[in-house]
Structures are given as C-alpha cells and as structure tokens.
C-alpha cells in the first residue's frame, strides 16, 4: 500500500541553500496534507500543512506547495540550517471521508542533512 | 507548551504476554490516536478514537488489540498476547478536532522477546 510516497530515502544540502524536499500520492481523496519532523528518540513534530483547496502554503522558513492535478507536493526550506537536519514525513488524510476521524497516512520519510 | 506524553519509553515483554501502553494526550484535545512504525518502515495508523469509542480501526488492529481511556486524562493501548511481530515503536497523538494537526507524543519502544 504505497499511496504517499516519498522516493527519494535522503537528501544532503549545504547550509545556506534550499532544500526541496518531494513527495507523491496516489489516492485522489486526500483533501489535508501535512509535513512532520523527526528527530531519533522523539515522534513526529508537526510542520506545516496544506488543504487541497490551497496550492501553497508558508510558515517562515517553510513553504509547501500542492499540485493537485500531479498529485504532488513539496516542502521547500529556506535558508536551510543544520538544525534542520531530521527525518521529513509527507502524511495525508481524508477530512472528507464521513463518519470517521482523520487517520494519517505517511509516506517513508526523508533523511535530511544540512552541511555546515 | 502542552505535549503528548507516554509511558513507558521502553517495554522489553515476553512473546504472548499483556502489554499496557499509556498515553496522556494534551488536555484538551478530543480526538486519540495510535500509530506505530516497525523498524525501517512506515509510521502505519492503528485505530483513532473519540467520544469514548473506536472510530475507526486498521487491518493490524485484531482482537488482541484494545484501547481504553479509563479517566478523564490517560488513553492506554493494550496488546493481550504479544507476538515478535509486534516488536516496534508505539506512537499516540491526539488533536483539538479532526480536522486539525495532530501531535505526537515520544512514543514506547516495545520489543517482544
């Protein structure tokens, strides 16, 4: 069961510069999109989201733009930091769906790591 | 700043015993969750719940599987008889509202033996 997909397993980017980071879904029901970190030893922080009536949305040095007829989005830092460096989760819901909570569903994650 | 948090950080059981993971979520949040994330996959949903019942539950979640909120403040995640399969990291989250983030707590790292 691969509906969020996140295909590339890590990305290493210098300090200073943006970080791209992709990610793909399959099932067309997905209406919330959100973004969460991961330091080891700790669970998922919460980072950014984006509804489906929105293309792009941005928090300070996050930006996250949807592309709904590709089914993709991404998460843009910039400037990247080397505090920066963690796991990234690309996670989708249903809010629509009726009758039932919004289970998250996660792609694999992404390993950043900002050189300084 | 409020957080989830769980007890214990790590549980070390023998395959077919009970297991009791708790979570206390952020105090008022009215939407529970379980995930976990065996090593090196994903992070998979379990079951949410709110109102005081299951909203809905996963394939993974059989019978050996039961959540509880036995008081106003802990959501406890029980496993009847572990199997080594189950050996992985327990997440909880809850939020204010089903449509909004939902926040993680550190999770229980269970390993069955």
């Known amino acids: 069961d691969q509906q969020v997909k996140q295909n590339s397993p890590s990305l290493s980017v210098q300090e200073g510069r943006i970080s791209i980071l992709n990610c793909d879904y399959t099932?067309?029901?997905?209406?919330?999109f959100l973004w969460y970190k991961k330091y080891p030893a700790e669970g998922p922080t919460f980072l950014i989201s984006i509804s489906s009536i929105k293309d792009k949305n941005e928090d300070g040095r996050f930006t996250v733009f949807l592309n709904k007829s590709a089914k993709h989005l991404s998460l843009h830092i910039v400037p990247s930091q080397p505090g920066d460096s963690a796991v990234y989760f690309c996670a989708a819901s249903d809010l629509m769906r009726r009758g039932a909570n919004s289970k998250l569903t996660f792609g694999k994650g992404i390993t950043l790591s900002v050189r300084p | 700043e409020p957080e989830v948090t769980q007890t214990p950080s790590h549980q070390v059981t023998q395959m077919g015993q009970e297991v009791i993971l708790r979570c206390v979520p952020i105090?008022?949040?009215?939407?529970f969750y379980w995930y976990r994330q065996i090593l090196g996959q994903k992070v998979e949903f379990l079951v949410s719940?709110?109102?005081?019942?299951?909203?809905?539950k996963s394939e993974i979640f059989d019978d050996q599987f039961s959540v509880e909120r036995p008081d106003g403040s802990n959501f406890t995640l029980k496993i009847r008889s572990t199997k080594l399969e189950d050996s992985a990291m327990y997440f909880c989250?809850?939020?204010?509202?089903?449509?909004?983030?939902?926040?993680f707590g550190p999770g229980t790292r269970l390993t069955v033996t």
């Open positions: 105090s008022n949040h009215l939407y």
């Open positions: 989250a809850s939020s204010p509202d089903r449509s909004y983030e939902q926040y």
């Open positions: 719940f709110y109102n005081n019942e299951i909203s809905e």
């Open positions: 099932n067309s029901m997905f209406d919330y």
